[in-house]
């Protein structure tokens, strides 16, 4: 009687295990989804297209809160957009990412429009011009005016809003794999990857490209096996801020579950360690983990969508500075090979942007500036020299040697390290 009360036991252990999984990974859906919705009220500067996106795939909701984001995008992002466009500036991926954002709010983007000028046309117009513009830049250069990230975007933009991609324009993505084009230094670039795969599977759904579709299987094929080979021992794809588009990709591309499961887990690991802070982080892996992607907008109807989503008020956390202080090494690489070496004492879990302000403030020679991004602040300015997109040149950082994947805001100093800041081409 005894073993079978033990047997009974176990089974009825085994048998609650998948539930109380399902519980938890339920619970942490909900709470990076919050997390997405409460950074509306806390970001700085433009609205964010990439979080709108994401929270507009989300199976839950806040109806109100979405459409107050909707409003300042098609209000402030709208303008500052329009404004680059009268300056004839390249913006192909925040124009994407803008139409994206749009689509999952079911927006009639043809009632979208820029006046520049006394011309008014409407924003898929405007897009396809940008994408015609990387398209003949790559004809005379081999690459994109800005890179194949935003080129990739911008394919799955026009796609997901049912125009027509131009075969000419897909055909330099399908060559840009063939010949291995995504890096960013000498890394292979896994975010960029995982969008020419969602843009390539979109424009192959919709039978844009019949006529070459050996030649597009055969991007797709190599891009799938670019991603399930880039996959680490603990789950990542690339690394940890990858990862959410890689599995997006796969999911696109109709990959066996076998083939993201690990990695999706891996983000579930990440996530509860609270490793994906930055609301553009929890923007790329909240689709994954729910086993969608941003093809997902195509075919979006916005009809009896869930509206409970309720953020609870929380008590502000009041973070005292850190009495105990790291020594940071700050080497600084300039694009002619020149280096300088400075050192200085910050509190730490300073931010890396607060160590180079301190850094600055002591007046040793060592200078910065920095411009506004999706993912936050990035360094345009070092020491008087400018890493700027038009010279293919960005500043790469590296702490002991290895490669930083968060930005200066988001790296925190624990301990003593060296970081070098180095002038490098991709």
């Known amino acids: 009687m005894l073993s079978w009360v033990f047997i ?14 399902e519980a938890a990974n339920n619970e942490l859906l909900l709470s990076l989804n919050k997390n997405l919705l409460r950074s509306l009220e806390t970001q700085g500067g433009l609205p964010n297209p990439s979080v709108h996106l994401a929270l507009r795939i989300s199976d839950n909701h806040n109806l109100a809160k979405e459409s107050e984001h909707l409003n300042r995008l098609t209000t402030n ?5 329009e404004n680059s466009l009268t300056n004839r500036q390249v913006v192909t991926g925040i124009l994407a990412l803008y139409t994206l954002a749009l689509k999952s709010s079911c927006f009639d983007l ?20 940008q994408m015609e513009q990387e398209k003949e830049h790559i004809v005379f250069s081999s690459r994109p005016l800005t890179n194949y990230y935003q080129y990739s975007l911008g394919v799955l933009a026009l796609c997901t809003s049912g125009v027509r991609v131009n075969n000419h324009v897909t055909n330099k993505l399908i060559k840009a794999v063939e010949h291995q084009h995504f890096t960013h230094g000498d890394i292979d670039s896994i975010d960029t990857y995982a969008m020419a795969g969602m843009a390539l599977q979109c424009v192959k759904n919709g039978g844009f490209h019949v006529h070459n579709a050996a030649e597009l299987d055969a991007a797709l094929g190599k891009i799938k096996q670019k991603l399930l080979s880039s996959r680490r021992t603990d789950g990542h794809i690339g690394n940890e801020f990858s990862t959410g588009l890689a599995v997006q990709a796969l999911l696109a591309m109709g990959s066996p579950v076998a083939d993201y499961a690990p990695s999706i887990e891996a983000i579930r690991t990440d996530a509860r360690r609270n490793i994906y802070h930055n609301p553009m982080g929890i923007s790329q892996i909240l689709p994954a983990l729910q086993q969608k992607s941003y093809l997902t907008v195509k075919n979006k109807e916005c009809l009896n969508e869930d509206n ?3 953020l609870e ?3 502000p956390v009041v973070v005292l500075p850190s009495q105990t202080k790291v020594t940071l090494k700050v080497e600084v690489v300039k694009s002619d090979g020149s280096a300088a070496v400075y050192t200085v004492d910050v509190p730490k879990d300073s931010s890396l942007l607060e160590a180079l302000e301190v850094l600055q403030g002591e007046n040793v020679g060592f200078t910065f500036d920095h411009e506004s991004s999706l ?52």
């Not at 992002?77 to 957009?81: C, G, R, V």
């Not at 043809?110 to 011009?129: C, Y």
């Not at 993912?375 to 950082?397: C, I, K, T, Y």
């Open 308 to 310: 409970t989503l309720v």
């Open 313 to 315: 008020p929380i008590d």
């Open 375 to 426: 993912w936050g602040p990035f360094l345009s300015m070092v020491n008087g020299e400018q890493a700027r997109q038009s010279d293919r040149r960005f500043w790469h950082l590296s702490s002991d040697d290895t490669a930083l994947t968060e930005g200066v805001s988001d790296f925190k100093i624990q301990k003593a390290q060296k970081i070098t800041i180095k002038n490098t081409t991709y």
């Open 77 to 81: 992002l709208h303008n500052d957009l």
């Open 110 to 129: 043809h009632t979208v429009s820029f006046s520049i000028g006394e011309t008014s046309e409407s924003l898929l117009t405007h897009l396809k011009r």
């Open 8 to 21: 009974t036991s176990l089974l009825a252990l085994a048998s609650s295990k998948p539930c109380e999984n």
